[in-house]
Structure formats: structure tokens, C-alpha cells
């Protein structure tokens, strides 16, 4: 029956890095469903039979790739994926049976197939999995497989198309000096740094910055207005800029792609504004709804650290904006936005595009790309905690060695506050969960008997209807992919 029973590809994308470790095994070394099966091998030809045997049971919802690898470790570890209760609950209503469990036929397979040297699933080093990941040339580079499965192909940045200044927000006098000392060690397309400091801020504390060991030109704006309006307020002289804040230095490589067309438009990631992404998190609530204000119809959250700004848009937008809420945004809370309370949510990236979308500009400028479906990668890492950055919100130096001891004082501001306010980037939940949702759509019906097509992405945000959220344990909650399961190696020999 040959050597093997499917060969193919696992996921080869970056888009997984920051959460692999907290994804299902079966989802971390399933192999894609566009791979090569061998019809003859039995295998196969069981796991085949089982999935036309669950065609109406709640595990017909998950795609078929998915679910094999689902089997294949059930086998090996003996633990069922988890299923909602609540779907069990329909489910028994609705059959008048509970849902099957069929680990020891499982481990049977597993015993007679994939314990054995060669396992019957195998890797291809033909076939390469970044299914719906965005990639530039530099991601291909090194790769030598003959057929690229699901890869949407960009342009890398162009310096003599995009001069790109780079704004960095700061509050604590010279904090920014780590960054700018640390940015000459990236690969990145900034021409220039334009850092935005407190009025407060001492002539030796801004030479220090004006000297700091780089090659780039960099300017210091002490601040006339408040920091949440330094998007509005940074001054620039490059056609496009990006934001960033001193609790982050410059990312490795920082990833900008664009079309592969004469317009070369920016691609931008964005989290879509609905009840599974961003509803339960203030601060995209927030957002987005301030951003209402411009499109009622923009349905996108973009984070501030992500977006690529047209100056001479920005310079439209802010005149907008504060024509409406004011040069300090005082009119903000006379508008019917949900706003923090301790002060107003001053303009945004996600803003700045229901603008664009307002104006009937956003897509002649930029490309669009939900980061759900096809992932995003960080162009600035945080280099100092969040806990750091809530203690100086509260007036606590950053390096205060009274920092950590002091994280529950009474006159701190919570995390809650600190969050929905303009510092902090995280509008999107934590968790990382991933999991296929339990159907599909078919125009106006949910179709619920049909199997699914190949996993189609890798979801990075992980924020899922809520009756198929717990899909994603497949294992004890305590053990982690690349720990010693209990009697099991830490790797999965079959895949």
C-alpha cells in the first residue's frame, strides 16, 4: 500500500509565532489539506471511513485536515478534543444519543500505523504550506519547495517610493534614547525620527536625544498640546510616517509590504470591529466607535503601531478632527462617544482610515488585510512591561527600583484605565486560542452538514463565537505543546 498514507505540508508561515506554543498539538502539526493521499494505504482508508461516519455529529463542522490530525493524537494521547457542552446538549436532544467516543479505535490505529519508524504521514519537501499568510521576497527566500500552497505575494518597501519618518511618543524624560540608540541594529525604512516629549522636558535631556548613537536625523517636538494628540500634532516633511512610543524598540525587520501593482499601496493589517474581535475589549470598543464618527459604516480597528500615515491625509484628517472635538479634543465628550473618563480618546489610526473611508480615499491609498485570517507581525516590540508603563501613567519613574512593590498602591491607576488609555497598544484581547467555527455559511443558511475545506488560516487574535470556544483543548489545560506529556514523547512521531 506504499509508504506513506498522506503526504504534505504543515504550516510554514511566521503568522503562529507569537502564540504557537498555545495552540492545539493536532493544530500545530496537522498537515494541509491540499497534499498528496494515498487511496490504497489503510490508514487512510479508515480515516476516510470515520469522517463519512461523522457526517452528523458537531465534529463534521471542523475541516477535514483539522479533524485528521484531531484522530492521530486522540490516538496517541488519549484525550478527546473538547467539545462545548452546550453543543453535546443539542446534539443529545436532538439524536437521542450521546455524542460517540471513540478513543480505543483511536489508539488501535495509532498502535498498528504510526508507532512504527516511518510514519505514514510524512512532510513534503516539495509542497510549502504558508497557507493565507502574507509574505515579501525576503520571506521566500531560502525556500526551495516546487509549489507554494496559500501564500498572498507582496512587494517589500522601496525607499525611493516612501520616505517614512518614524514619531515616537515619550513621557519620562530620555526614555526614547533606548530606542534611537538601539535602532541602527534594524532592518527598517525610516529616514528620520521625530520624538514627541513633555514641555517639561530639560535642554540636556533633549541634546542627550538630539546626539544618541545613530545614523538617523533626529529632531525633538516638546509638546504643546496633550500627548493623546501627538498623531495631529508630530511634525513631518516625508510623504508617509509611522507611530510608535518609547515603551518599544524597533522590531529586527521591520515588515512594511505593498501591492504588486503601479499604485503600490501600503497593506495594513486590521482586527474586524465585531462582537468576537473587538465588542469585549474597551479599548477597541472605544475606537471604534469614536471612529463612527467619520464612516458609520467602517467595520475595521487598526492599531496605531501598524498603520503607514499619508502625511497630507493626516494633515486633512486632523484638521477635521479638530474642527469637531476641538485643538485638545474638549467637544469629544459633548458627542455621544465612549470615551475613558480621566480624558478623551484623541485621535487614531482606526480614526484616521473611517476618515479616508468617509472621503472616499481609503482604498486608492491602501489595501486592506484582516489580520485574523492572515496574521500580522509586530514592528515594535515592547521593551518595558506593561506594568512599567501603568506605574508611569501614574507618575512613577519607569526604572524606579519602587516600581513592582508598588503595583497595588491605592493612587495607581488599574489596569483597566491604563489600557483603555491612549498608551498602551493592546486593543486586542489576550487570548490566542484557535479554532475552525462549528459552520459554514451558504448565503442566508448555516450549513452544518457539510465537511469543511482544508483549514484555511492560521487566526491570530483568537477571539471566537462563544459556543465554540473551548474546541481548542485537546489536551489537559496544565500540559503544553513541547512539554513531556505523561508516558508520551514530546514530540508527535506521526506528522
Known amino acids: 500500500h506504499g509508504p506513506f498514507a498522506i503526504l504534505g505540508s504543515k504550516y510554514n508561515g511566521d ?4 502564540f504557537r506554543d498555545s495552540l492545539p498539538l493536532s493544530l500545530q502539526h496537522h498537515i494541509n489539506g491540499n497534499a498528496v493521499y494515498n487511496v490504497t494505504h489503510p490508514l487512510f482508508l479508515n480515516l ?20 485528521i490530525s484531531q484522530i492521530l493524537v486522540e490516538g496517541m494521547l488519549g484525550v478527546l478534543p473538547e467539545v462545548p457542552p452546550l453543543i453535546i446538549k443539542e446534539y443529545l436532544a436532538e439524536n437521542g444519543k450521546e455524542l460517540p467516543i471513540n478513543t480505543g479505535k483511536f489508539r488501535k490505529w495509532w498502535d498498528m500505523y504510526c508507532e512504527d519508524e516511518k510514519s505514514p504521514i510524512q512532510e513534503s519537501h ?7 499568510t502574507n509574505l515579501s521576497p525576503r520571506h521566500l527566500a531560502d525556500e526551495t519547495a516546487s509549489i507554494i500552497h496559500g501564500a498572498k505575494h507582496y512587494l517589500p518597501w522601496e525607499q525611493s517610493r516612501h520616505a517614512i519618518t518614524l514619531v515616537v ?48 536625523h533626529v529632531s525633538i517636538e516638546k509638546r504643546s498640546r496633550p500627548d493623546y494628540m501627538d498623531l495631529c500634532t508630530a511634525p513631518i516633511d516625508t510623504e508617509w510616517f ?23 499601496r501600503p497593506v495594513i493589517p486590521f482586527v474586524p470591529a465585531d462582537e468576537h474581535n473587538c465588542d469585549n475589549v474597551c479599548r477597541c470598543h472605544d475606537i471604534h466607535e469614536s471612529s463612527l464618527r467619520f464612516a458609520p459604516d467602517n467595520d475595521m480597528v487598526i492599531q496605531d503601531f501598524d498603520m503607514l500615515f499619508r502625511t497630507e491625509e493626516r494633515d486633512a484628517f486632523c484638521s477635521e478632527w479638530v474642527q469637531r472635538y476641538g485643538e485638545e479634543g474638549d ?75 508598588n503595583r497595588g498602591a491605592g493612587d ?67 500540559w503544553h505543546p513541547g512539554d513531556a506529556h505523561p508516558g508520551m514523547c514530546s514530540w508527535w512521531p506521526c506528522g
Open 48 to 67: 476516510l471511513d470515520q469522517l463519512e461516519s461523522e457526517s452528523d455529529t458537531p465534529y463534521n463542522a471542523i475541516p477535514y485536515d483539522y479533524r
Open 331 to 405: 467637544r469629544v465628550h459633548t458627542t455621544g462617544v465612549s470615551t475613558p473618563k480621566e480624558k478623551p480618546l484623541g485621535p487614531t489610526a482606526t480614526s484616521y482610515v473611517s476618515y479616508l473611508l468617509m472621503m472616499g480615499l481609503a482604498d486608492n491609498l491602501y489595501l486592506f488585510s484582516d489580520s485574523t485570517i492572515f496574521g500580522a507581525r509586530d514592528n515594535f516590540l515592547r521593551e518595558y512591561s506593561e506594568e512599567e508603563e501603568m506605574a508611569a501613567a501614574s507618575g512613577i519613574p519607569v526604572l524606579s527600583s519602587h516600581l513592582l512593590r
Open 126 to 132: 516539495v509542497i510549502s504550506n504558508y497557507a493565507s
Open 15 to 18: 503568522s503562529w509565532d507569537k
Open 169 to 216: 511618543s515619550d513621557w519620562q524624560e530620555g526614555l526614547s534614547g533606548h530606542l534611537i540608540s538601539h535602532i541602527d541594529s534594524s532592518k527598517h525604512p525610516f529616514s528620520k525620527l521625530v520624538v514627541m516629549v513633555p514641555e517639561s522636558t530639560s535642554s540636556s535631556d533633549t541634546d542627550s536625544l538630539v546626539h544618541a548613537n545613530t545614523s538617523l
Open 242 to 264: 509611522m507611530m510608535t512610543n518609547s515603551y518599544h524598540v524597533v522590531a529586527p525587520h521591520v515588515e512594511l509590504l505593498f501591492t504588486n501593482d503601479e499604485q503600490r
Open 412 to 478: 495607581a491607576k488599574s489596569r483597566q484605565e491604563v489600557k483603555c488609555s491612549r498608551r498602551i497598544q493592546d486593543i486586542q484581547a489576550p487570548s490566542t486560542s484557535f479554532v475552525p467555527q462549528p459552520s459554514i455559511s451558504t448565503g442566508t443558511e448555516t450549513d452544518t452538514t457539510t465537511t469543511l475545506s482544508p483549514t484555511p488560516a492560521p487566526a491570530p487574535t483568537g477571539f471566537l463565537p462563544g459556543r465554540c470556544e473551548s474546541w481548542c483543548h485537546i489536551v489537559p489545560i496544565s
